[in-house]
């Protein structure tokens, strides 16, 4: 519980930064050129990394769930819901951000109920909620959608192109990830890093039983 404290301490220390510029949809509350996706990843997964030719346009922050359905013994993942809020100027400011980042890391130790009313705490604080992230198949396979109308903005489904353990409890937290987007206006690359929770338990007993667990990550938005 300590770290949903701290984290709505930094946030609520971020207003000001925010409410002192007029962003939506994917366009950034505020400056974030010194803001780069290499600072927060270990060396290992720099590949992470979308190609030269992209700039980063948003820095946010997922809570929701990872959903599951038991087939054959095994939770087999079918997508995702999670609210995706703007964490931008917290990254472009160093001490909050690292402060924030850790934040982050520790939300793997909270129980879920308590994950999920942060979140819909953190959805009531005007101007921080840009998204609604969840699975669909508009474009075809069951894809990751973000969708930014909430917040005036376009979308994105994205298509995934790199998944990696997480370092630090790949048992517990999910995978890395990069996407590249299939469809939409709002990103060209996605990148997921610094998950906590998501992992469902290694076996089930009950066929086509659903699980929802819930995680947190940073999603970086390029284009």
């Known amino acids: 519980m300590h770290c949903l404290l701290k984290l709505a301490a930094l946030a609520l220390a ?22 780069n996706l290499a ?10 990394i979308p190609p030269s030719n992209v700039s980063l346009v948003q820095v946010t922050m997922g809570l929701g769930t990872q959903n599951y359905t038991c087939t054959n013994g095994k939770y087999v993942n ?21 402060a924030f980042s850790q934040a982050v890391n520790e939300l793997e130790l909270v129980d879920g109920a308590s994950l ?59 995978d890395w990830l990069q996407l590249e987007a299939i469809a939409g ?7 997921r890093e610094q998950t906590a929770g998501g992992q469902p338990p290694s ?3 009950v066929e086509n039983e659903t699980l929802q667990v819930p995680y947190a990550a940073k999603y970086w938005f390029f284009l």
């Open 78 to 98: 079918v997508g995702a819901l999670a609210q995706v809020f703007d964490i931008s100027c917290l990254q472009n400011l160093p001490a909050i951000s690292a």
């Open 203 to 205: 076996s089930c007993a």
């Open 185 to 191: 206006d709002a990103a060209k690359f996605l990148v």
């Open 116 to 174: 999920l009313n942060f979140g819909i705490t953190l959805a009531k604080m005007g101007g921080f909620k840009l998204a609604d992230h969840y699975f669909d198949t508009s474009a075809g396979p069951l894809s990751p959608v973000f969708n930014f109308q909430v917040s005036n903005g376009g979308f994105a489904i994205g298509k995934k192109l790199m998944d990696l353990p997480d370092p630090t409890n790949p048992t517990v937290n999910v």
């Open 39 to 48: 600072t927060d990843l270990p060396s290992s997964l720099q590949s992470l």
């Open 14 to 35: 971020a207003l000001p930064a925010v409410s002192a510029f007029s962003g939506q949809g994917t366009q950034p509350h505020c400056n974030i050129s010194n803001s």
